[in-house]
């Protein structure tokens, strides 16, 4: 049983933020002042998953690293949109190209930058520690923190709904 109140059978394309969801709101800075990122190994399973039984993933981040193009393609993800300042017309041209309509899309963001695109889509999702503008128009606000999970959270409860997770073998390997 989900915890999220949406029809999650429905969702064929889900698009993450990096910062603050998909790697902890706090960031080190190399010595070069680079900012690295850590990542959920749990997150990175569920996401390559979802890529194997043919959920769309797409990743929309206005930060751009060569080490977060290299992790989201690394686990399957052919779309990722690295440096977009402005998330909506990515997402509305991400979702064009692959036929999608609002209600089939979830969006994952934490912090103003976040709030159009996920405005936009059919259910929109926050971390816990998501900024209070963007719990103000979440559909569903995870109880995992960014970078701690949320990805796997709300890709195990869609796959779960679709007959999807642990299914065969593809889940068990990576």
Known sequence: ??????DLKKIKGIAFDVDGVLSPSTIPLSPEGEPL???????????????????KIAIISGGNTKAVDVRFRGLGIKDVYLGSSVKLPI???????????ADEVAFVGDDIPDIQAMQYVGLAVAPADAADEVKLVASYISPK??????????????MKAQGLWMSDQKAFGW
């Not at 990542?39 to 979802?50: H, M, N, R």
């Not at 923190?145 to 869609?158: D, F, I, K, M, P």
């Open 1 to 6: 049983m989900s915890s999220i109140n949406y």
């Open 37 to 55: 990122r850590m990542v959920s190994i749990k997150d990175g399973y569920a996401l390559q998953l979802a890529v194997k039984k043919g959920l």
């Open 91 to 101: 997402l509305q041209q991400w979702m064009s190209d692959n036929d999608f309509q």
């Open 145 to 158: 923190t960014g970078g701690y999970g949320v990805g796997r959270e709300l890709l195990e409860q869609v």
